[in-house]
Each structure stands twice: as structure tokens, then as C-alpha cells.
């Protein structure tokens, strides 16, 4: 099982970007998905989660400006930021929990991370 990102760049203040993160191999389920970032030299957060029914919880710093979804017949969750600031600069990952086929147990899997960089 695992997580591949895409969709990170360059951008400029006020420009907009859609981060995707598919989830492969012998899966059975997911429960919740997100994604969270880590700025230089800071710890990583929490940016946004949904679960499997849909429900969202967005960090403070985000509300109004990014969007989560996910397609659960493909396994994927996405991210639409917009507004985007030279605050947002970090690199992304994306997390779900995700129970293999070979375990039939839930477990935290995270992705390999895409730098999004905001600036003009």
C-alpha cells in the first residue's frame, strides 16, 4: 500500500493550485483521509481531513481558502488551495488510514510530500 502526490509548484501570491494523492495496492478500506504540511524549519500540521462520509475539518489559517475532497472510487483525495499565500509555502503531505487486505487492520500511511512554494 501506498500514497503518491502530485500537483505541487511554484506560484504566485493569490494564485491558486489542486494537490491529488492516490492510494494503491491490495486495499480494503479507507477511513479518513488529509492532508498536512511542514514549513522550513517548523513542525508539521494539520491543514485538512475528511473522512470516508465526507465530513471536513480545515486548520484555521486555511478556512475559506483551500478545499478537500476526495473520490472514494479512485482512492484519492485532493486539494484545491486558492488565494494562496507566502505563508502556505511548505511541503504537503497527504495521510490516510487504510486497512490492507494482507492486515485487515487500520494504520496511518502518509505520502512522500510536494513542495508548494508561494512567491512572486
Known amino acids: 500500500v501506498q500514497l503518491q502526490a502530485s500537483g505541487g509548484g511554484l506560484v504566485q501570491p493569490g494564485g491558486s493550485l489542486r494537490l491529488s494523492c492516490a492510494a494503491s495496492?491490495?486495499?480494503?478500506?479507507?477511513?479518513?483521509m488529509g492532508w498536512y504540511r511542514q514549513a522550513p524549519g517548523k513542525q508539521r500540521e494539520l491543514v485538512a481531513t475528511?473522512?470516508?462520509?465526507?465530513?471536513?475539518n480545515y486548520a484555521d489559517s486555511v478556512k475559506g481558502r483551500f478545499t478537500i475532497s476526495r473520490d472514494n472510487a479512485k482512492n484519492t483525495v485532493y486539494l484545491q488551495m486558492n488565494s494562496l499565500k507566502p505563508e502556505d509555502t511548505a511541503v504537503y503531505y497527504c495521510?490516510?488510514?487504510?486497512?490492507?487486505?494482507?492486515?485487515?487492520?487500520?494504520?496511518?500511511?502518509w505520502g512522500q510530500g510536494t513542495l508548494v512554494t508561494v512567491s512572486s
Open positions: 495521510n490516510a488510514w487504510i486497512r490492507p487486505v494482507v492486515t485487515m487492520k487500520y494504520d496511518a500511511y
Open positions: 495496492g491490495s486495499i480494503f478500506s479507507i477511513n479518513a
Open positions: 475528511i473522512t470516508n462520509g465526507g465530513t471536513t
